[in-house]
């Protein structure tokens, strides 16, 4: 088969279409479009939850309930159908339990014109995700237990805090943990963070995050509204049932009327919960342009390491395309990632999980339920203590968007878009003079490198603090903000770089400029985009 970017000859099935640009315009798109659509459908395996006959482990929210855990059976067998049939006017006729409705099921169907189709993706980059039973189950549980008791807690902070000091050690003790360690240890400073390339170097916020810059002639301080300090949500059984179907509580998110800069889990929380899905991609490109960041050295506008002394990029391999590819890539790994969710995967959200938890400690029964070791963990025994319930302590009323959790939409546009910067620039270039918040957020000072251990010492790059972005992002939106489970976010950003891969492909051939990129995945190894 002929290179995608290759004009050959049309197939004498196609309309008669004017010769010349036009037609390689179609015949490019033609290419494009047949190569993607030849590649196989990976395999896509589920958890297997779906199959428990009361569907404890499966997405239901705002189902209609049949009692606190369990959904009106005959509702959910609608909700299937519907899944199955794709139609929007089976969506429409949903039994629901309150006034709360479905987050956009359709975009699930949605069809791409570049890049691959939502459907051909699966493993490796999204496998199944662990199952109610399961050990990885247990440990991400557990986990989020201690994140929402340290929600409150500055990151900065985290190495002499007792929560913190009790939480590294039980999650160092659990199997199937996947976060990082050091020496084979969960320490203070590591908790939360994720375990791409330099996400253990530094502050645990993303130099993208904390680097003031300017929008155009607008200056951007990066501080940001976020929610006042031990307001926590959906502690109470009658409450959280209430939230299982739908139904309003009535209470709303109240706010600090100073902005600050990013500190601590609910501030990352309380930005995820208002955030445009690619904000934060669109500000690291406004910093990489104010700081200087020199773009990827395969750009057709260098010339030997230096820029060309005859031309630049611009609407091409420049900043308005720069800025409108992040947009582009968001809305088609948002269209691919719910295809994940609904049609796919029907995982529930962390709520439900330590609904279970709650339930079976005051008697009842379930098809499946978690390991013991969740029912004897600290995690929960303090939790249980501050909270009265063994609930999920949830910083927004509503807890979870009305969507499955499997992968996260915050996860899977931040892969995309994080592999789009790298695409444009150079993702070794690293930054210096670090900078982290305060422990009230109210001020930015330097990170001093000799305050800290040594495992968090090093180089920050570029491609570093992208990994430690996406990551804050959606555990911002899901750790910190009790909403998804770490796997969540893990494979979602592996299926966001794959979705930004495949449009790629077929953007290189819509420039004229020569040229061959090469950047580095989240994996390590190297990635070519070329169209010669």
């Not at 804050?472 to 796997?487: A, D, E, K, P, Y």
Request: overall charge negative; glycine content about 10%; charged content about 15%.
């Amino acid at each position: 088969m002929p290179s995608p970017c290759s004009t050959p000859v049309p197939s004498p099935c196609a309309p008669a279409i004017p010769a010349g640009r036009i037609l390689d315009n179609f015949t490019h798109r033609y290419n494009t479009a047949t190569a993607q659509a030849v590649q196989a459908v990976p395999p896509q395996p589920t958890n297997g939850d779906e199959a428990l006959p009361d569907k404890c482990g499966t997405y239901t929210k705002c189902i209609k309930q049949a009692s606190p855990g369990k959904v009106d059976l005959t509702a959910f067998a609608q909700f299937r159908s519907a899944i199955n049939s794709g139609d929007f006017a089976d969506f429409q006729n949903l039994t629901l339990g309150g006034s709360r409705t479905q987050n956009n099921p359709m975009g699930s169907y949605a069809y791409s014109f570049v890049g691959a189709d939502a459907s051909q993706f699966g493993l490796p980059e999204v496998p199944a995700p662990p199952a109610l039973a399961s050990e990885e189950y247990a440990t991400e549980l557990i986990d989020l237990y201690w994140c929402s008791l340290l929600r409150d807690v500055a990151f900065i902070d985290y190495h002499d805090n007792p929560i913190a000091h009790a939480a590294a050690k039980e999650l160092t003790n659990s199997v199937e943990y996947k976060g990082p360690k050091h020496a084979g240890k969960v320490t203070p400073e590591l908790l939360f963070r994720g375990n791409f390339p330099g996400e253990a170097i530094g502050p645990y916020i993303s130099q993208f995050f904390a680097t003031p810059t300017n929008l155009g002639a607008l200056p951007f301080s990066q501080q940001y509204v976020t929610y006042k300090p031990n307001v926590d949500y959906m502690t109470d059984q009658g409450t959280w049932w209430a939230v299982q179907n739908g139904v309003g509580t009535g209470f709303t998110n109240q706010k600090l009327a100073t902005p600050l800069y990013l500190h601590d889990g609910r501030g990352l929380a309380a930005y995820t919960h208002v955030d445009e899905l690619y904000q934060a991609y669109f500000t690291a490109y406004l910093v990489l342009s104010s700081i200087g960041a020199p773009v990827n050295p395969g750009s057709p506008y260098v010339v030997g390491g230096l820029p060309s002394k005859k031309q630049n990029g611009f609407g091409t391999f420049g900043g308005p395309d720069f800025a409108a590819v992040l947009a582009q890539v968001a809305k088609l790994a948002l269209n691919t990632v719910w295809y994940q969710k609904w049609v796919v995967h029907l995982r529930h959200r962390p709520e439900s999980g330590a609904g279970l938890i709650h339930l079976i400690n005051r008697g009842s029964t379930f098809d499946a339920q978690p390991l013991p070791r969740v029912f004897n963990s600290q995690a929960l025994h303090q939790s249980s203590s501050k909270y009265g319930s063994d609930l999920l302590s949830q910083p927004f009323p509503e807890g979870s968007p009305a969507h499955p959790a499997y992968p996260t939409g915050h996860g899977t546009v931040g892969g995309a878009c994080i592999t789009i910067l790298k695409f444009f620039f150079d993702g070794d270039y690293v930054l210096y003079a670090p900078q982290e918040s305060s422990s009230d957020g109210t001020t930015l000072g330097p990170w001093d490198p000799m305050d800290h251990p040594d495992y968090l010492r090093g180089n920050l790059t570029v491609n570093g603090e992208l990994h430690k972005l996406a990551h804050n992002v959606t555990f911002g939106h899901g750790l910190h903000g009790g909403i998804h489970w770490r796997s969540d976010s893990d494979w979602s950003m592996t299926l966001g770089e794959a979705v930004a891969i495949r449009f790629l492909q077929d953007l290189a051939c819509t420039y004229k400029e020569p040229f061959s990129i090469t950047f580095t995945k989240l994996d390590g190894t190297p990635q070519t985009i070329t169209n010669m």
